[in-house]
C-alpha cells in the first residue's frame, strides 16, 4: 500500500528519557514533515525536511531533532522528554509544487509520565 | 502569518440534513485549500484539495468551495449519515505556497445522530 507510516502508535516513557519516532513514505514525495497535535486537538507544524534538508523549525525546542537518512524517511528523536511533551505526532509528506495536496500518518501518541 | 478559523466548533444534528462547514483565512495568497477529516483516535483522511484557480470540488456527497479573494471556503454535505460524524479540519499551505507545510483550523467537531 502507497502510504506514510509511522511508528510506533502508541508510546509510553517516563520523564528525562530520550525516545524516537519513525516516519517512512513509499509515495515518492520529496518533502516530509512532522506535525503535533496537543490536547486541544490543534495541529501545528514543527519541522519540514525537503530532499534531506531542514527548511522549517518552528519555534520548538531544540530537545526535538529530526533525522532524515534519505527523502522516504524522517525520524523525530526527542531528549529528555517533559510532561508536556505529550501529544499525538504526526508524519505528512507532499510533493514539491504548488498544486499537491498532503498526506498524513496515522499518529503516534506519546504520552510521558 | 497564516490563520485558519474554523465555525462552527461544535456541530450536532440529525441524520439526512444537509449541513455546511465554515472555514477562513486571513491571507488569501494561497495556492490550494485542504479538507481533513479526522476520526477519534485517528490519523488525518483526506477529502478534497481545492487549487486557487478553482471555484469548488466534490467528491461524493462532499463539495467544497473557495472563494480567495474573501478568504473563504466552505463544505458541503449532503444527506448526512452517522458515519459522518469526525472532526473537520481545514488547511493551507503556511507561507502562501511550496511545501512549506499546512496551517490548520482548530476544527469543526460533528455529530451526527441516527
Known amino acids: 500500500d502507497t502510504a506514510v507510516s509511522q511508528t510506533p502508535k502508541y508510546l509510553v516513557t517516563q520523564m528525562g528519557n530520550d525516545k524516537s519516532i519513525k516516519c517512512e513514505q513509499n509515495?515518492?514525495?520529496?518533502?516530509m514533515y512532522w506535525y503535533k497535535q496537543d490536547s486541544k486537538k490543534f495541529l501545528k507544524i514543527m519541522f519540514s525536511?525537503?530532499?534531506?534538508?531542514?527548511?522549517i523549525n518552528e519555534t520548538v525546542p531544540n530537545r526535538f531533532s529530526p533525522k532524515s537518512p534519505d527523502k522516504a524517511h524522517l525520524n523525530l528523536h526527542i531528549n529528555s522528554l517533559e510532561l508536556g511533551d505529550s501529544a499525538v505526532y504526526f508524519c505528512?509528506?507532499?510533493?514539491?509544487?504548488?498544486?499537491?495536496?498532503?498526506?498524513f500518518g496515522s499518529g503516534t501518541r506519546l504520552t510521558v509520565v | 502569518k497564516q490563520e485558519v478559523t474554523q465555525i462552527p466548533a461544535a456541530l450536532s444534528v440529525p441524520e439526512g440534513e444537509n449541513l455546511v462547514l465554515n472555514c477562513s483565512f486571513t491571507?488569501?495568497?494561497?495556492?490550494?485549500l485542504q479538507w481533513f477529516r479526522q476520526d477519534p483516535g485517528k490519523g488525518l483522511t483526506s477529502l478534497l484539495l481545492?487549487?486557487?484557480?478553482?471555484r469548488e470540488q466534490t467528491s461524493g456527497r462532499l463539495n467544497a468551495s473557495l472563494d480567495k479573494s474573501s478568504g473563504r471556503s466552505t463544505l458541503y454535505i449532503a444527506a448526512s449519515q452517522p458515519g459522518d460524524s469526525a472532526t473537520y479540519l481545514c488547511?493551507?499551505?503556511?507561507?502562501?505556497?511550496?511545501?512549506?507545510?499546512?496551517?490548520f483550523g482548530k476544527g469543526t467537531h460533528l455529530i451526527i445522530q441516527p
Open positions: 488547511a493551507v499551505p503556511y507561507s502562501g505556497g511550496g511545501a512549506d507545510g499546512l496551517t
Open positions: 505528512a509528506s507532499s510533493q514539491e509544487g504548488v498544486g499537491y495536496g498532503y498526506t
Open positions: 525536511y525537503n530532499n534531506k534538508e531542514l527548511i
Open positions: 509515495l515518492g514525495h520529496d518533502t
Open positions: 491571507d488569501s495568497a494561497i495556492y490550494n
Open positions: 481545492i487549487q486557487s484557480s478553482q
